[in-house]
């Protein structure tokens, strides 16, 4: 599957949640995400810019392979392909044992909206201010921004990785105390 | 966790089933089972004497690691790590995309009891002679052979494609007919 989806940084929660809300879109909840990113020792996903990840999101557990992102203006542009997985647990030893080693522990909260296709998410890391990620089809997000205040201009297409790293806190690292 | 098996080949199903049943085992399940092995170009998974394989075990799909086998004179005896899967077609595209290969294609019909905490797969391969694996601690098999009428001589240790390749067959493929 193509996801698509972009970012807006640093934003009010309250102010954003609001506007989201007046425009019709229905909150799901928040909750707990941890995510495990794994690589081989030579480091060839990473260096591939690929992902491979195992993910905790809520009681659920999920197992993703991200290729590399698409080039695209605004965009990031990605194929992903994942499956639930009945235990987190088992399926972190098993990958271990393929000569995976854990990469990186990501920690954060995400409180999660749908407003039509579009599926909208606040991701608050421990240690950077809130982002917004918006993912759905391009034009469905491009009419969203002005109704919420931004224009494309006020966009990124960083994945977290990167995001983490502008803000130059600890990118493989992200544990709420 | 430690998986410990035997298998009795060349058996009749239908016997062995109404064998079981008189000591008391119940059925616990008889479906398709469609198996895929997977290893990395260098085979790094065979030289360690493990794989990876993806099941589809009647509606389930299950993700197993094998590790190598330890010594015993009659028992396999090895770590086996499983964990269920949603999606057995998306499981299959992620292992393709860390780049691994698929090794082998397995279908078999799997007929399954259990007694006192013994496992008993009968299973039938297209090509071959069903035969019945047993897993469970070492005693507890010893006890219900016995049971069963049959010796640790009678038995066997072979994986199911050292079984194969006994009755000359690929252990590769083993497809049914359309």
New interface residues.
Partial sequence: MKEIELKILNISVPVVTKRLLALGAKKKGTQLVIAEHFDFSDKR?HASN?I?RLRKVGKKSE???K?KAQKSRYYKIVEE???????LD??R??LL???LNVRSYLEKKRTSFVLGNLKIEIDKYPDIPAYLEIEGPQKEIASLLPKIGYTLQDTNSMGADKVLKSYGVNSRKQIFR | MQEIELKILDINVRQMTRRLKKLGAKQTQRALFKAESFDFPDR??QHRD?Y?RIRQEGKGTV?T?K?RRTKSKYFQQRTE???????YQ??K??LL??GMRLDMHHEKKRTSFVLGGVHFDMDEYPTIPPFVEIEGSQGAIKGVLARLGYTLKQTTKMTADQVLLGYGKNPRNQRFKK
């Fill in positions: 996903i690929q491979l197992f993703c392979f290729g392909i994942e499956t639930e997985v009945a235990s088992s399926m030893r098993i044992k393929l000569g | 790094s998974l493990s990876l993700l690691f590790g790590l499983e964990c269920t899967v949603s999606d998306t499981m595209k992620i995309k860390l």
